[in-house]
């Protein structure tokens, strides 16, 4: 008797594949397979990438509410017929539209920072990761990519490696 190389299973003499698995038997054992090696240097690119097209957006997004916030403060008074939301809301607007516009800063930033390897840009680009979870779905799919890329152990050590080389 003799016995599968893939399987372990026991084999007669005669036959030419494992019955259990259907490993060729006359095909001397192949080694194990290596474990799968991932490039986080990629990995790291294609979401510093990402980073500046979100911040891109996020200017956008900051920008386009400032100016709309002038003007709205007179089509509410005009429309509703009183002052209050005319004074308050162009106030709410323009104070989100700076929100957004320092988030949007952070982001491009964290994207060129993580280009270059630079230190303080992993800490950044996590918290701009964890932000971004919130924008459900694309910013939800960035916020978990990244947190994979920038928090899992291998990541990690891969950044403040080429942080190390590149500083």
Known sequence: MKYCHRCGVEVAEAHQFCPQCGQNLQAPPSPPAQ??????????RILA????????????????MMFVAGPMGSFLRDAVGYDLPGRFLPHLIMSLGWVFLAVAVATVAAGVGLMNYEPWARPVAVVVCVLALL???LGTLLGAYGLWVLVSAEGERHYRQAAATHG
């Open 135 to 137: 924008h459900f779905p």
């Open 35 to 44: 474990p799968a090696v991932r490039d986080y240097g990629r990995h790291v």
């Open 49 to 64: 990438v990402l980073l500046l097209v979100w911040g891109g957006l996020g200017l956008l997004r900051g920008v386009g």
